[in-house]
Each structure stands twice: as structure tokens, then as C-alpha cells.
């Protein structure tokens, strides 16, 4: 009996990020920055202002490469983390109202990418394809999913770099 090939731990990973994506922005009006968790300390320069997390640092840099410093914890060790925010920036084809989505949408085809690629490797092992799911559900992709971090990104390049 032939598999159905639509249904394979790829599609069941990125049907999971999309709602959990969906359950984000229906909780938050629809809007895209809740994932950039940004804070007033570093965005608006307020020394007594909210940190915020990671993200926003990605987001900065997405938004304004050249300029993002002034709004960087350690702009050094964030310009490390450069090639997700410049991709999501060409995504947006530099629109800073379409960032915040293609951050979401990189890191949703991130999750997809490594799984899909962690799938090819256990298949080529001639391990059960289901256990990609661990890869793609790992909470650790949901968290960086949700706070707009660069994880999804490197972990799925790795992935495909082993597979090639």
C-alpha cells in the first residue's frame, strides 16, 4: 500500500507552527510585532524602560541594518546573527510594515526546511521519517518561532548542510 505523500512529519510541523502563528495573532489583535517582544529600553533608548527580549534585536536589525546599533544590547554579538534579519528584510523587500511578517515566515519555513531535511536523513537511514517530528516540534523551535529568534534559521541550515 503506497504512503500518502502530502501527509509526512513536513506538513504536520508547519501546520502545527501556522496555528500555533494563528493562535498568536488571534490572542494579540493580529498583530505581527507581539512575536518582536520589544521593549522601550532599547527601542526608545528609556534606560527605566522594559527590556524586551532577543527579538527585537533581530527586528532592529531587520528594519535598518546600517543604523541598528544605537538600539542593540551588544551590537557586536548581534550582527554575528545577521543572515535571518537581512533575509526577512529582503522578503519585505524593505517595507517596515512587512517585516514583522516575514520574520514569522522565515522561521516558519526554517522549521519546515529542517525537518523536511531531518526527514531525508533518517529516510536515507532507513529510520522511521515520523521521528523528524522531534526535530520540528522541539519546544525550543515553537519558542524561537514565537519571540522572533534566529535559531529556526541556523538549526534548519545545519540540518540541510548534514543532509548534503
Not at 518582536?36 to 527585537?56: A, H, I, K, P, R
Request: charged residues 10%.
Amino acid at each position: 500500500m503506497r504512503q500518502k505523500t502530502w501527509l509526512n512529519p513536513t506538513f504536520v510541523v508547519v501546520l502545527i507552527c501556522l496555528l500555533c502563528v494563528l493562535a498568536v495573532l488571534i490572542g494579540s489583535d493580529g498583530d505581527p510585532l507581539t512575536f518582536v517582544l520589544q521593549g522601550t529600553q532599547f527601542s526608545e533608548n528609556d534606560l527605566l524602560g522594559s527590556q524586551g527580549y532577543d527579538g527585537q534585536f533581530v527586528y532592529q536589525i531587520a528594519l535598518s541594518p546600517g543604523e541598528a546599533a544605537a538600539h542593540l544590547d551588544v551590537s557586536a554579538y548581534r550582527y554575528q546573527r545577521i543572515l535571518y534579519p537581512l533575509l526577512a528584510r529582503l522578503l519585505a523587500f524593505g517595507q517596515p510594515l512587512l517585516i514583522p511578517w516575514t520574520l514569522i515566515l522565515v522561521n516558519v519555513a526554517a522549521i519546515g526546511l529542517g525537518t523536511w531535511a531531518t526527514q531525508a536523513l533518517l529516510a536515507d537511514q532507513r529510520v522511521s521519517r515520523w521521528y523528524a517530528l522531534v526535530y520540528g516540534l522541539y519546544g525550543g523551535q515553537l519558542v524561537a518561532l514565537r519571540t522572533d529568534l534566529t535559531e529556526p534559521l541556523a538549526y534548519g541550515l545545519a540540518q540541510v548542510a548534514m543532509l548534503a
